[in-house]
């Protein structure tokens, strides 16, 4: 059982950037891959990044590449998605997601999600 609990959101200007954190219950975090996804109002919930259990591996969606980092210390049971150049459009409900095994960028693959963090960007 994995348990997530997201954090960082928060209001900012057009261009700025936001860090926002997802910290893990349980052991064997590190054998999770670890996504986030977001939904804004009105609209169906889209892929943004993932992580694979190492870290090694990232993806990310076109909309955010470039812009957005993902990453993660197994260390601290946390995975990280450092926003930069933020666009009025990245306005959304952000989650992580926790799947055990490879990457995806498909909600349904994953088991365990957070409650989500509010980000929204003013123009």
């Known amino acids: 059982q994995v348990q997530l609990v997201e954090s960082g959101g928060g209001l900012v200007q057009a261009g700025g950037s936001l860090r926002l954190s997802c910290v893990a219950s349980?052991?064997?975090?590190?054998?999770?891959?670890v996504g986030w996804f977001r939904q804004a109002p009105g609209k169906e919930r889209s892929f943004v990044a993932v992580i694979t259990w190492s870290g090694a591996n990232t993806y990310y969606a076109d909309s955010v590449k470039g812009r957005f980092t993902i990453s993660r210390d197994n260390a601290k049971n946390t995975v990280y998605l450092q926003m930069n150049s933020l666009k009025p459009e990245d306005t959304a409900v952000y989650y992580c997601?926790?799947?055990?095994?490879?990457?995806?960028?498909?909600?349904?693959?994953?088991?365990?999600w957070g409650q989500g963090t509010q980000v929204t960007v003013s123009s």
């Open positions: 997601a926790a799947k055990y095994g490879g990457g995806s960028d498909v909600g349904y693959d994953y088991a365990y």
């Open positions: 349980g052991r064997t975090f590190s054998s999770y891959a």
